[in-house]
């Protein structure tokens, strides 16, 4: 079972600014199965980016992601008010297909 | 539209059985697996396991396996997750997910249900 190790736990910036946040696998994520998704309080997650680096479909370009193996990194370049909510890496290659225990990025 | 629209608010007393449903739309529901994702209040997303609609095969987490039942009724574009006897521990917002797959490569979970609360009280 790979179990995933996100940090930090709390991302407190303001609009404008940079976020990255980490996912450290505690094994090799096979062909880069690790997604990154964005949860907001009473709706669905969202898919933002597969395959460690992928972006989906009508993502803005400001999420990116990036890593290998055991290491994968998320950054959001510049932060809009709509993107403050809780992050969640998970890889998918295995089962379980588990979820890292997220990053909740708050305004400053 | 593609969409999984997913059953509403449940209320149940402990011991009391329940099934939830989560109903695809806009595409082939026999080419996606279907994932269910529990997210217990005020934790983490957990993943609970998945089904193949094609065949019902299912996959279930350890951490889940034999407490839920997964199933699927393909006529009608349909998944279900189901308990015999509840408790208050499951109370909780469950989540249905779909995944695509093409031979041994796999897809991340692309189209999320609404989520269904659950709630177990006496």
């Known amino acids: 079972e790979i179990v995933l190790t996100q940090s930090p736990g709390t991302l407190s910036l303001s609009p404008g600014e940079r976020a990255t946040l980490s996912c450290r696998a505690s094994?090799?994520?096979?062909?880069?199965?690790l997604a990154w998704y964005q949860h907001k309080p009473g709706q669905a997650p969202r898919l933002l980016i597969y395959g460690a680096s992928s972006r989906a479909t009508g993502i803005p370009d400001r999420f990116s992601g990036s890593g290998s193996g055991t290491d994968f990194t998320f950054t959001i370049s510049r932060l809009e008010p709509e993107d403050f909510a809780v992050y969640y890496c998970?890889?998918?290659?295995?089962?379980?297909?588990?979820f890292g225990q997220g990053t909740k990025l708050e305004i400053k | 539209e593609v969409q999984l629209v997913q059953t509403g608010a449940e209320v149940k007393k402990p011991g009391e059985s329940l099934r939830i449903s989560c109903k695809g739309s806009g595409y082939s529901f026999t080419n996606y697996w279907i994932n269910w994702v529990r997210q217990m209040p005020g934790k983490g997303l957990e993943w609970m396991g998945r089904i193949d609609p094609s065949d019902s095969y299912t996959n279930y987490s350890p951490s889940f396996h034999g407490h839920v039942t997964m199933s699927t009724d393909k006529s009608i574009s349909t998944a279900y997750l189901q308990w015999t006897s509840l408790q208050a521990s499951d109370t909780a917002v469950y989540y249905c997910?779909?995944?695509?797959?093409?031979?041994?490569?796999?897809?991340?979970?692309?189209?999320w249900g609404q989520g269904t609360m659950v709630t177990v009280s006496s």
């Open positions: 997910a779909r995944q695509s797959f093409s031979g041994n490569y796999y897809y991340a979970f692309d189209i």
């Open positions: 094994q090799s994520v096979s062909s880069s199965y």
């Open positions: 998970q890889q998918y290659g295995s089962s379980p297909c588990n």
